[in-house]
């Protein structure tokens, strides 16, 4: 399973996990995913962008840190930190 999913796959991974609950366990599972599911849906939770996949990076070619130029956060960062402000390069959310 990918790192990082869309709405869309998240929903659709959890209809085919729905479909093939085995045991008490898979109940507990998809009951804790469909808590935080409802967590994003009200705003509580927001996806976040990792900044070395955000249109606003600008990467150290050296090391694994660089400069956010979004102008609500504009401070050096790890390539691996994230926030909520970031817009992904290709666009998607």
Do not use: Q
């Not at 869309?6 to 008490?24: F, K, M, P, Q, R």
């Not at 606003?56 to 960062?77: A, I, L, Q, T």
Request: charged share 25%; net charge negative.
């Amino acid at each position: 399973m990918p790192n990082e999913m869309n709405h869309a796959e998240v929903a659709e991974t959890l209809l085919y996990l729905d479909s093939h609950i085995e045991s008490d366990n898979d109940i507990r599972v998809l009951s804790a995913a469909a808590a935080i599911l409802r967590r994003v849906a009200s705003g509580e939770l927001r996806p976040v962008v990792h900044c070395k996949k955000c249109e606003f990076w600008e990467n150290d070619s050296v090391h694994n840190y660089g400069m956010c130029r979004n102008p609500n956060v504009g401070s050096v960062k790890m390539d691996t930190d994230f926030c909520s402000f970031g817009v992904r390069k290709d666009g998607a959310e």
